[in-house]
């Protein structure tokens, strides 16, 4: 059974800085495009980040240029720093395969205060 365990997410002030972690026990995780993905209260779930296996990367616009994703494929973990944080970056992430995604883990909390 897949599974995603994100972690890493906390209250920070406007400006502040998070790198939140997940471990994806995805048995093709080496040729497996990963993405990380949030959800804001009373909102959709939206991409923010994916990371091919190759280590080519693509950043939704709300966020390039603050955002970094990585990977680590030996850990099968996915990363993803968060600098310049705004209120509006508030929200659940989660990571998931990009293409064909499977059942979606807790998720980490990312508060941001003005």
């Known amino acids: 059974q897949v599974q995603f365990v994100e972690s890493g997410g906390g209250l920070v002030q406007t400006g502040g800085s998070l790198r939140l972690s997940c471990v994806a026990s995805?048995?093709?995780?080496?040729?497996?495009?990963m993405g990380w993905y949030r959800q804001a209260p009373g909102k959709q779930r939206d991409l923010v980040a994916t990371?091919?296996?190759?280590?080519?990367?693509m950043y939704a616009n709300s966020v390039e240029g603050r955002v970094t994703i990585s990977r680590v494929n030996a850990k099968k973990t996915v990363y993803l720093q968060m600098n310049s944080l705004k209120p509006e970056d508030t929200a659940v992430y989660y990571c998931?395969?990009?293409?064909?995604?499977?059942?979606w883990g807790q998720g980490t909390q990312v508060t941001v205060s003005s």
């Open positions: 998931n395969k990009y293409l064909n995604q499977e059942s």
């Open positions: 995805v048995s093709t995780f080496r040729s497996t495009t």
């Open positions: 990371i091919t296996p190759g280590g080519t990367t």
